[in-house]
């Protein structure tokens, strides 16, 4: 498995917990301990939970058992599973969460690219050159300071903060694909996807100040969508808007709906294993009710 189902990205979240095979459905997930308890439940990988056998994932969520006090995760949008297959498998959650931008690369990037996009895009090719880093990792010092740039104009926190020793894990993680474009020999934009199953996915893009200027988010999404289709994908997965609702008006989600000429819908799913500790803690901690899940630690990567 190359992307967010390899054992290496799974081992690039190790700050937030000890990943844990799912071994009929082969991924992972990430167990971590419960503040102020002697328990433990689980996560999917930030930020999308993806598998090779969805259906032995109901399996594995049966093998589990009471070891766990909860799972919660976000599901690949293109993973081969059914809104009734996961509300079967997660008993206790499993619902619409976002609509990713996703790309028909069967298309012609003319037809359906927006006109606003493709003029920025012709324009910004004018001053900045891209090119793809033939070996992700040699990008990794140029990356950590676009990153660092991108946290501080949005105040980037908890598990999307990532770190720079985690970033150096997941540039090696098989199926990644890095592209940076450069002006004056400078680098002044980078974007990042991870490519599994005929399908690109859109992992992150980071951009300096000049970079800003200089339009080169344009230049390399156009670029990507050329690129990844000459290397024979199918799809493109930009992700979704930003934030935890699905707001379709904030700038993000306007500037992927550009590139894109459809949507597939990510999940939202959860399930309790222990349901009488699952409640215990819930108590303890005054949280009174609520659509967080697991409802115990809400607030916890505001």
């Excluded at 004018?126 to 950590?144: I, K, L, M, P």
């Excluded at 598990?159 to 970033?167: D, H, L, V, W, Y």
């Excluded at 540039?171 to 592209?179: D, F, K, T």
């Excluded at 979704?240 to 306007?254: H, K, V």
Aim: aromatic residues 12%; neutral net charge; contains cysteine.
């Amino acid at each position: 498995m190359t992307g967010y189902a390899n054992a290496d990205y799974a081992a690039s979240l190790v700050e937030f917990g000890s990943p844990r095979l799912l071994p009929q459905c082969e991924s992972w997930i990430l167990q971590r301990s419960i503040p102020g308890t002697p328990y433990v439940d689980a996560m999917g990988c930030y930020p999308l939970f993806s598998c090779r056998n969805w259906s032995q994932l109901r399996d594995d969520m049966e093998s589990i058992s009471d070891e766990l006090v909860s799972l919660v995760l976000v599901t690949d949008p293109f993973g081969d599973y059914t809104e009734e297959i996961l509300r079967r498998t997660f008993k206790d959650l499993a619902k619409p969460f976002k609509e990713h931008f996703v790309v028909d690369l069967k298309a012609s990037a003319e037809t359906f690219v927006h006109a606003h996009h493709q003029r920025n895009a012709r324009k910004a090719l004018e001053t900045v050159s891209v090119e793809r880093c033939e070996e992700a990792a040699s990008c990794v010092e140029d990356w950590n300071n676009l990153y660092a740039n991108l946290v501080a104009r949005h105040n980037i926190r908890g598990i999307a903060r990532f770190s720079n020793s985690s970033f150096a894990q997941q540039l090696r993680v098989p199926g990644a694909v890095m592209l940076r474009a450069t002006h004056d020999g400078q680098t002044v934009g980078i974007t990042w996807w991870f490519v599994s199953g005929g399908v690109g996915y859109y992992h992150l893009g980071a951009y300096s100040e000049s970079g800003y200027e200089l339009g080169a988010s344009f230049a390399l999404f156009w670029r990507a969508i050329e690129l990844l289709k000459a290397e024979g994908l199918r799809w493109l997965d930009l992700g979704a808007g930003a934030g935890l609702g699905n707001d379709a008006t904030d700038g993000l989600s306007r500037f992927k709906r550009g590139w894109s000429n459809g949507t597939r819908m990510a999940y939202l799913c959860g399930r309790v294993f222990d349901r009488a500790r699952y409640e215990q803690i819930a108590k303890a901690k005054g949280i009174q009710a609520t659509e967080y899940f697991p409802a115990y630690r809400q607030g916890e990567f505001v």
